[in-house]
């Protein structure tokens, strides 16, 4: 599990510039901007605890690793330590109608029927302990306190400044700024399409046109 640090961190690099701003709406804005933070950008994986299979069981469900996050998107599964092939049930359809009724011991595919919802492909004919592993997008809940720490340490800037645009934005209160709030916005905008690459290519996604090899 990674480490987590408190969100007053960014309430408090927020709060100076939105001066008569309650503490209470700016963390909420902090918490909110953090949620669009990690959806646009998918820069919060992990890889869930592993969770077993029921025989004649098809569709199970995934936790978060604690209540301070909630899945946002399924990225792969793994079943007995196979990599598992991303589907859809309309193009199952398509191939074999008949291919909810089929079961086996190794399943081939998966499709997501919600954010945090599996159904492997095809239906597991065994029962087996700690046979899903499933990597995922994660994203703050709405009752969170906390976010990661690596979340903190490489975008706080730009996610104090999206929390900083939302409340900036605000019409008919003292600290309603929607120039600055355009400013803002741009720089968590950059900041998230940035995360996005890092977490799609790795740090290593800009390679020099020539590179000598010695």
């Given at each position: 599990?990674?480490?987590?640090?408190?969100?007053?961190?960014?309430?408090?690099?927020?709060?100076?510039?939105?001066?008569?701003?309650?503490?209470?709406?700016?963390?909420?804005?902090?918490?909110?901007?953090?949620?669009?933070?990690?959806?646009?950008?998918?820069?919060?994986?992990?890889?869930?605890?592993?969770?077993?299979?029921?025989?004649?069981?098809?569709?199970?469900?995934?936790?978060p690793p604690s209540?301070?996050?909630?899945?946002?998107?399924?990225?792969?599964?793994?079943?007995?330590?196979?990599?598992?092939?991303?589907?859809?049930?309309?193009?199952?359809?398509?191939?074999?109608?008949?291919?909810?009724?089929?079961?086996?011991?190794?399943?081939?595919?998966?499709?997501?029927?919600?954010?945090?919802?599996?159904?492997?492909?095809?239906?597991p004919s065994v029962?087996?302990?700690?046979?899903?592993?499933?990597?995922?997008?994660?994203?703050?809940?709405?009752?969170?306190?906390?976010?990661p720490q690596f979340?903190?340490?490489?975008?706080?800037?730009?996610?104090?400044?999206?929390?900083?645009?939302?409340?900036?934005?605000?019409?008919?209160?003292?600290?309603?700024?929607?120039?600055?709030?355009?400013?803002?916005?741009?720089?968590?905008?950059?900041?998230?399409?940035?995360?996005?690459?890092?977490?799609?290519?790795?740090?290593?996604?800009?390679?020099?046109?020539?590179?000598?090899?010695?």
């Amino acid at each position: 599990m990674v480490a987590m640090v408190s969100v007053s961190g960014l309430t408090a690099m927020v709060t100076p510039e939105v001066p008569g701003c309650p503490d209470f709406v700016a963390n909420q804005a902090v918490i909110q901007t953090a949620i669009k933070f990690c959806r646009m950008s998918e820069y919060w994986r992990e890889e869930l605890a592993a969770i077993g299979t029921t025989a004649g069981q098809s569709t199970y469900t995934l936790s978060p690793p604690s209540a301070e996050s909630t899945i946002e998107k399924v990225l792969s599964v793994r079943h007995n330590g196979y990599v598992l092939y991303p589907t859809t049930e309309e193009n199952l359809d398509d191939k074999l109608s008949g291919w909810r009724l089929i079961t086996c011991t190794q399943a081939e595919g998966w499709v997501s029927t919600d954010r945090n919802i599996v159904r492997l492909v095809y239906t597991p004919s065994v029962t087996a302990a700690s046979a899903i592993i499933a990597k995922v997008v994660l994203k703050p809940s709405q009752t969170a306190t906390t976010i990661p720490q690596f979340l903190f340490d490489h975008y706080a800037d730009q996610i104090a400044s999206g929390a900083k645009s939302r409340l900036m934005a605000m019409p008919n209160v003292p600290w309603s700024n929607p120039a600055l709030s355009d400013y803002y916005k741009q720089d968590f905008r950059l900041g998230h399409l940035e995360a996005k690459g890092v977490a799609v290519d790795g740090y290593n996604s800009t390679v020099p046109e020539t590179y000598a090899l010695f």
